[in-house]
């Protein structure tokens, strides 16, 4: 009985202790309001794009001089004011993750109330441009940055843990969907999940969806599907979508990364010394993409792919191709914004392509599957991309199916793309800090 008592006093003490307490209040009050401002940019992204088709009705012309222009005034403001907004904003929080172990200090390069503020205002601009961009990355490394600021405010000092839930409950909130943040937490962000954080982490991600929720009401982000498997010979539709959606998937982050990492030696660094130049040019081949297929590239990709899922409405053949280059060219060009959403609308448009092939099986059916596929592919996160598309979507009849093909993009696109896009550019990161620090200490 004494050892037992033992035992229990430190857990005791813990549960008394008023640091704890205070601890537990700023991830929960942080959690909320990283919920709050993930609506806010939900919000504010939704009328860009409004805004971008508005203008893009009056006059079709309007992309091919808007499209250029934004990408340049946006790659000049990200080098200018707001350098580590660029990109998705994942591998930055990868990144802090990394470097807040040994040099804390550095953190305010990649996560920062200056990162919330230009992650947010070039998001809404890069939209309002109709770049092939989404918020759900960008609001991972938002939501990483706004704990970290509740952090400061606390006198928390765990920061590993204020990022990794700050970034999983960005996806929980930006998605609805807070089993997918919680997953995501585990599998992308958080190399080694700790036991006496995971708890307090978890009920932060759930804080953030309840927020979300209650913001916007209960809803699936792609609406309710009710595709279904038939029979055991539909089973070549997991297959189709599994090994086309991987090898796309990982052919896409392989020239991403090559892009992004290795640009300056394309054209002896010509396109790499003009930053500027090359984003208007991406913007550019983007605009004509667009124009030439009738605005469906543009944007998120949320209204095509609701289209594909619930056959709403009429999708040219070839979309999810030029979906994935148009968001590949938005990706390099070096302005802020994710590929989540888009990916997830590339892959619905691949997959009702490849319908085809199995033309058995309903497009809708065929979209699911090419929505997780790819999106497995791209990102190499499997249980991430089941999850996610299983939320968002609401489709349970589907389980199976999702998991398994999931599963088999992420092993092909591990032949393609030996190593995960989002750790891959992490790198970078890591690396330009290092730079830094040791440009820092040789002027010292």
């Known amino acids: 009985m004494a050892k037992d008592l033992r035992r229990l006093r430190p857990i005791i003490s813990r549960w ?12 929960w009050s942080g959690g909320l309001l990283v919920g709050v401002v993930a609506v806010f940019v939900a919000v504010i992204c939704d009328r860009a794009q409004d805004i971008f088709r508005m203008a893009r009705g009056f006059y079709w012309w309007i992309p091919l001089i808007l499209t250029p222009l934004g990408f340049a005034a946006s790659a000049w403001a990200t080098r200018r004011w707001f350098t580590g907004t660029q990109g998705s904003g994942i591998p930055q929080v990868i990144a802090a993750t990394e470097i ?60 590993s843990a204020l990022l990794l839930a700050g970034g999983a ?48 009401g209960d809803y699936t982000y792609f609406g309710r599907n009710t595709t279904h498997i038939m029979g055991w010979q539909d089973a070549v539709a997991v297959l189709v979508c599994g090994i086309g959606g991987g090898l796309i998937g990982g052919g896409f982050s392989r020239a991403l990364v090559f892009g992004t990492k290795r640009l300056g030696s394309v054209f002896n660094g010509a396109l790499a010394k003009r930053p500027v130049m090359f984003a208007a ?14 605005g469906t590239i543009f944007g998120t990709g949320y209204t095509e792919a609701k289209a594909l899922l619930t056959g709403g409405g009429h999708i040219s053949h070839g979309y999810g191709v030029l979906k994935v280059l148009g968001t590949l060219l938005s990706c390099v060009s070096g302005i802020p914004g994710g590929i989540f959403a888009p990916s997830l609308a590339a892959g ?3 997959g009702a392509d490849l319908q085809m092939l199995v033309p058995m099986v309903p497009v809708a059916t065929m979209a699911l599957l090419g929505m997780v596929g790819y999106f497995s592919g791209v990102v190499q996160s499997p249980l991430t991309s089941f999850v996610i598309v299983l939320e968002m979507t609401n489709d349970h009849d589907m389980v199976i199916p999702l998991m398994a093909t999931s599963l088999l993009a992420y092993g092909v696109s591990k032949l393609v793309c030996p190593r ?3 750790h891959s550019l992490s790198q970078g990161f890591v690396k330009q800090e290092r730079e830094l620090r040791g440009e820092t200490a040789k002027k010292g």
């Open 100 to 159: 807040v172990r040994h040099h804390p200090d550095a953190l305010d390069r990649l996560v920062s109330i200056r990162i919330i503020i230009g992650k947010t205002l070039l998001l809404f601009f890069g939209l309002l441009c109709g770049a092939s961009i989404g918020r759900e990355g960008p609001t991972v490394q938002i939501g990483a940055s706004v704990m970290r600021l509740a952090g400061k405010v606390g006198r928390i000092g765990n920061e």
């Open 420 to 422: 995960p896009l989002y």
């Open 169 to 216: 409950a960005g996806v929980a909130a930006a998605f609805n969907t807070p089993l997918a943040g919680i997953v995501f937490a585990i599998e992308e962000l958080g190399k080694s999940f700790e036991q006496r954080t995971s708890g307090t982490v978890i009920f932060t991600v759930m804080l953030a969806g309840i927020a979300s929720l209650g913001l916007l």
């Open 281 to 294: 040019l991406c913007g550019l081949l983007v605009a004509i993409i667009g124009v030439s297929t009738g």
């Open 348 to 350: 619905a448009g691949l």
């Open 16 to 27: 008394m202790s008023l640091r704890h307490w205070r601890s537990q209040l700023v991830f």
